[in-house]
């Protein structure tokens, strides 16, 4: 009985071995394919190709799977001749995160005709897309981050009738967006990813035929034009996401037709009217991002029944009204709120204190006014802070001081003609214990540098730009121990460029690699009415700079500055330094942008900052600079208004040339004689020695005829 039961086990197991064993076609073509590429060794090497790891078969040994994303796959695998194509049962494809190069067949699909999931996805496929899907069954397909270009073929979705996402986000695609994919082809469509490529044109008429859809982005391309009617119909969406593109006109009232929605993003268009009145109908409503458009108008109040709301960006706007009437308090989810740049009115509102999942609020640029109360200490999670207006700078920082979580505070347009409080022992141990980026940007308070800045031990950027500061730079600063970032530009300073700053430990000593996380809640830009300059979106990421330009700093330059040598810009211009450039400046090896104008430096530019090979920008315009240009050097490759203002600098690219030194000129002459520039000085010799008799001669008879 035991003997029968042991053979049933076994002949079981030959039969399950032999149902799962590999198709020796398939193998072979697995094995072929892995060759034709330039990649890491996948191990292959068992008998049975079912076993290897990314690939899995059916009952029948035939391949259903191959997933082999990031393996380090390279070069070319999908000629027509691919042995892929021997793989005709296979349904689900991943080869995503590898170096796959070259274009994409329609000879590759040919006989691929179960693929149901094809992820081809960061890569760097090229050329244009097939004339169309052959496969009916194709339910995914994503082409993200590569480098296919041309226009999508209308007929390239015929045949799918089963495609439920489309995702060719980050390649360079271009002509019109095919939004009747919903109409002849793909009625089950759920994900349409269009985002950065170049498409344009207007966005067609079609995707209120997308029953199904759900996500629709479209974001950083050429579209112009307006918001497509019937978008409004395609009532499933939870996404619609059209950043950076120059759509005009007003958001419709019928997008109280999308209940579902809860990602709307339009930033960055050209965008205008009022509000729609019912936005308080979208109750899934999550993220709401307007900014930089031409909306006018106020908040619809309606906007404060959206209580699934986590973030509003209505920045750069037209946008008006008193902000402090509306009631955030039933907000309870909201952790950014960002009004830069409107024309609000009123205080700072009172009802954000209930909004206890606050990490990022920005409200600057408007014309609201007041000063910060003690309750802004209820919002535990402050992370970041922008504000203008305020009044009462002491009071300000006595109270934020105190925001345990805050590490980006940015304060403009305040406090005018205060007394900025310079004690050391205004900080209480402890204050801004977490504060990494401060920056008071056109304040016009009075006083000198605060001593208490050098308690802030964790600050890495530090802006107190255009106030009306006096007096010197505290030497204090150079001991603060991770700030890279230090701009004091456009005030009222005074004294010498203390060699202290030459020490900060993060321009002279390479950052140790541990992680933190550095990433600031809202992106920081300046609104601009044409082209905004976009700053980093982590503290690690801005350029190390120190700038004093714009004051009143006198002295030498000092040759400790050539210690921070890992400063990229370098600005001391506007100032009234003097004597020479130090030599120093050229250890400064990853300088990218140096401006030393409108100073009273003197003496040649030195031949050293020829070695500064990152430097993109140089300016020592209206000094008193002379000599020479450094010849043969990418100095020449700087504009002529570089060095202009400076009347004894010649050389190219001024137009003024060098006069020939004439001993210079003369010993080259005579060196070009052979035996010549070994001739005696004879009619040197003689001219000397008749000067000698001749003097003697007649002083010497006077002195004998006297004695």
Same mark, same amino acid.
């Given at each position: 009985?035991?003997?029968?039961?042991?053979?049933?086990?076994?002949?079981?197991?030959?039969?399950?071995?032999?149902?799962?064993?590999?198709?020796?076609?398939?193998?072979?073509?697995?094995?072929?394919?892995?060759?034709?590429?330039?990649?890491?060794?996948?191990?292959?090497?068992?008998?049975?190709?079912?076993?290897?790891?990314?690939?899995?078969?059916?009952?029948?040994?035939?391949?259903?799977?191959?997933?082999?994303?990031?393996?380090?796959?390279?070069?070319?695998?999908?000629? $027509?001749?691919?042995?892929?194509?021997?793989?005709?049962?296979?349904?689900?494809?991943?080869?995503?995160?590898?170096?796959?190069?070259?274009?994409?067949?329609?000879?590759?699909?040919?006989?691929?005709?179960?693929?149901?999931?094809?992820?081809?996805?960061?890569?760097?496929?090229?050329?244009?897309?097939?004339?169309?899907?052959?496969?009916?069954?194709?339910?995914?397909?994503?082409?993200?981050?590569?480098?296919?270009?041309?226009?999508?073929?209308?007929?390239?979705?015929?045949?799918?009738?089963?495609?439920?996402?489309?995702?060719?986000?980050?390649?360079?695609?271009?002509?019109?967006?095919?939004?009747?994919?919903?109409?002849?082809?793909?009625?089950?469509?759920?994900?349409?990813?269009?985002?950065?490529?170049?498409?344009?044109?207007?966005?067609?008429?079609?995707?209120?035929?997308?029953?199904?859809?759900?996500?629709?982005?479209?974001?950083?391309?050429?579209?112009?034009?307006?918001?497509?009617?019937?978008?409004?119909?395609?009532?499933?969406?939870?996404?619609?996401?059209?950043?950076?593109?120059?759509?005009?006109?007003?958001?419709?009232?019928?997008?109280?037709?999308?209940?579902?929605?809860?990602?709307?993003?339009?930033?960055?268009?050209?965008?205008?009217?009022?509000?729609?009145?019912?936005?308080?109908?979208?109750?899934?409503?999550?993220?709401?991002?307007?900014?930089?458009?031409?909306?006018?108008?106020?908040?619809?109040? $309606?906007?404060?029944?959206?209580?699934?709301?986590?973030?509003?960006?209505?920045?750069?706007?037209?946008?008006?009204?008193?902000?402090?009437?509306?009631?955030?308090?039933?907000?309870?989810?909201?952790?950014?709120?960002?009004?830069?740049?409107?024309?609000?009115?009123?205080?700072?509102?009172?009802?954000?204190?209930?909004?206890?999942?606050?990490?990022?609020?920005?409200?600057?640029?408007?014309?609201?006014?007041?000063?910060?109360?003690?309750?802004?200490?209820?919002?535990?999670?402050?992370?970041?802070? $922008?504000?203008?207006?305020?009044?009462?700078?002491?009071?300000?920082?006595?109270?934020?001081?105190?925001?345990?979580?805050?590490?980006?505070?940015?304060?403009?347009?305040?406090?005018?003609?205060?007394?900025?409080?310079?004690?050391?022992?205004?900080?209480?141990?402890?204050?801004?214990?977490?504060?990494?980026?401060?920056?008071?940007?056109?304040?016009?308070?009075?006083?000198?540098?605060?001593?208490?800045?050098?308690?802030?031990?964790?600050?890495?950027?530090?802006?107190?730009?255009?106030?009306?500061?006096?007096?010197?730079?505290?030497?204090?600063?150079?001991?603060?121990?991770?700030?890279?970032?230090?701009?004091?530009?456009?005030?009222?300073?005074?004294?010498?460029?203390?060699?202290?700053?030459?020490?900060?430990?993060?321009?002279?000593?390479?950052?140790?690699?541990?992680?933190?996380?550095?990433?600031?809640?809202?992106?920081?830009?300046?609104?601009?009415?044409?082209?905004?300059?976009?700053?980093?979106?982590?503290?690690?990421?801005?350029?190390?700079?120190?700038?004093?330009?714009?004051?009143?700093?006198?002295?030498?330059?000092?040759?400790?500055?050539?210690?921070?040598?890992?400063?990229?810009?370098?600005?001391?211009?506007?100032?009234?330094?003097?004597?020479?450039?130090?030599?120093?400046? $050229?250890?400064?090896?990853?300088?990218?942008?140096?401006?030393?104008?409108?100073?009273?430096?003197?003496?040649?530019?030195?031949?050293?900052?020829?070695?500064?090979?990152?430097?993109?920008?140089?300016?020592?315009?209206?000094?008193?600079?002379?000599?020479?240009?450094?010849?043969?050097?990418?100095?020449?490759?700087?504009?002529?208004?570089?060095?202009?203002?400076?009347?004894?600098?010649?050389?190219?690219?001024?137009?003024?040339?060098?006069?020939?030194?004439?001993?210079?000129?003369?010993?080259?002459?005579?060196?070009?004689?052979?035996?010549?520039?070994?001739?005696?000085?004879?009619?040197?010799?003689?001219?000397?020695?008749?000067?000698?008799?001749?003097?003697?001669?007649?002083?010497?008879?006077?002195?004998?005829?006297?004695?």
């Amino acid at each position: 009985m035991a003997h029968g039961f042991l053979l049933i086990l076994l002949f079981s197991h030959i039969i399950s071995t032999n149902v799962h064993a590999c198709n020796q076609i398939e193998r072979a073509s697995l094995l072929s394919f892995a060759s034709t590429l330039s990649s890491r060794p996948l191990n292959w090497t068992s008998v049975n190709c079912c076993r290897w790891k990314g690939i899995t078969c059916n009952q029948d040994g035939l391949v259903t799977h191959l997933l082999l994303s990031s393996k380090g796959l390279k070069g070319a695998i999908f000629p $027509s001749s691919s042995s892929l194509g021997n793989l005709t049962h296979l349904t689900h494809m991943n080869l995503s995160h590898n170096s796959i190069s070259e274009s994409l067949g329609t000879e590759f699909f040919l006989s691929l005709n179960r693929l149901e999931i094809l992820d081809l996805s960061f890569n760097l496929l090229s050329g244009n897309l097939p004339f169309s899907l052959p496969s009916h069954n194709i339910q995914t397909l994503d082409l993200s981050s590569n480098c296919f270009h041309g226009a999508i073929p209308s007929s390239f979705f015929q045949k799918a009738r089963n495609l439920t996402s489309f995702n060719v986000h980050n390649n360079s695609f271009s002509g019109l967006i095919p939004s009747s994919i919903c109409i002849n082809s793909s009625p089950l469509i759920r994900l349409l990813d269009f985002s950065r490529n170049a498409f344009s044109g207007n966005i067609s008429p079609g995707l209120g035929g997308c029953s199904k859809l759900q996500i629709f982005r479209a974001g950083n391309n050429n579209l112009s034009g307006l918001l497509p009617k019937d978008i409004y119909n395609a009532t499933k969406l939870e996404e619609i996401a059209f950043p950076s593109n120059s759509l005009h006109g007003a958001i419709s009232e019928k997008i109280f037709n999308l209940i579902n929605l809860a990602i709307l993003d339009l930033s960055f268009n050209a965008l205008s009217g009022v509000l729609p009145l019912y936005f308080g109908k979208l109750s899934k409503l999550k993220i709401l991002s307007l900014d930089y458009n031409h909306f006018e108008g106020s908040l619809p109040p $309606s906007l404060m029944n959206c209580t699934n709301l986590v973030e509003i960006h209505m920045a750069a706007n037209n946008l008006e009204g008193d902000i402090s009437m509306l009631n955030f308090s039933k907000l309870s989810h909201l952790s950014k709120l960002d009004l830069l740049q409107n024309h609000f009115i009123g205080t700072f509102p009172t009802s954000l204190y209930s909004c206890q999942s606050l990490k990022a609020i920005r409200l600057s640029a408007n014309n609201l006014e007041g000063q910060i109360q003690h309750e802004i200490l209820s919002l535990k999670s402050l992370s970041l802070l $922008s504000l203008g207006g305020l009044t009462n700078i002491t009071g300000a920082m006595k109270i934020l001081m105190h925001c345990k979580s805050l590490q980006t505070l940015l304060l403009s347009y305040s406090f005018k003609g205060e007394e900025i409080p310079t004690d050391e022992g205004m900080l209480d141990v402890g204050g801004f214990q977490n504060l990494r980026f401060l920056s008071i940007y056109y304040c016009e308070f009075i006083g000198q540098v605060p001593l208490w800045l050098s308690k802030l031990k964790n600050v890495e950027i530090l802006i107190l730009k255009g106030s009306r500061i006096t007096g010197p730079i505290p030497r204090s600063l150079g001991t603060l121990p991770k700030l890279f970032f230090l701009s004091l530009a456009d005030n009222q300073i005074s004294g010498e460029f203390p060699k202290e700053l030459c020490g900060l430990p993060s321009l002279v000593h390479e950052p140790t690699t541990t992680q933190v996380d550095d990433y600031i809640d809202l992106l920081i830009f300046t609104a601009a009415d044409l082209y905004p300059i976009f700053y980093p979106r982590r503290l690690s990421n801005f350029a190390p700079t120190v700038d004093l330009s714009f004051n009143h700093i006198r002295g030498r330059i000092p040759t400790e500055i050539g210690q921070i040598h890992l400063v990229h810009n370098l600005d001391l211009s506007s100032n009234y330094f003097s004597g020479n450039i130090p030599e120093q400046i $050229s250890n400064l090896k990853n300088l990218e942008n140096l401006s030393l104008s409108m100073n009273h430096l003197s003496g040649n530019i030195p031949l050293s900052l020829a070695s500064l090979n990152f430097l993109k920008s140089l300016n020592v315009s209206y000094n008193n600079l002379e000599g020479p240009i450094p010849t043969g050097t990418q100095l020449q490759s700087f504009n002529a208004s570089a060095f202009k203002g400076n009347s004894k600098l010649c050389g190219a690219p001024l137009p003024n040339e060098c006069l020939p030194i004439e001993g210079i000129d003369a010993d080259s002459n005579n060196s070009q004689g052979g035996d010549n520039g070994h001739q005696f000085p004879w009619l040197y010799i003689f001219t000397a020695l008749g000067f000698i008799v001749g003097f003697w001669g007649v002083f010497g008879s006077l002195i004998v005829k006297k004695t």
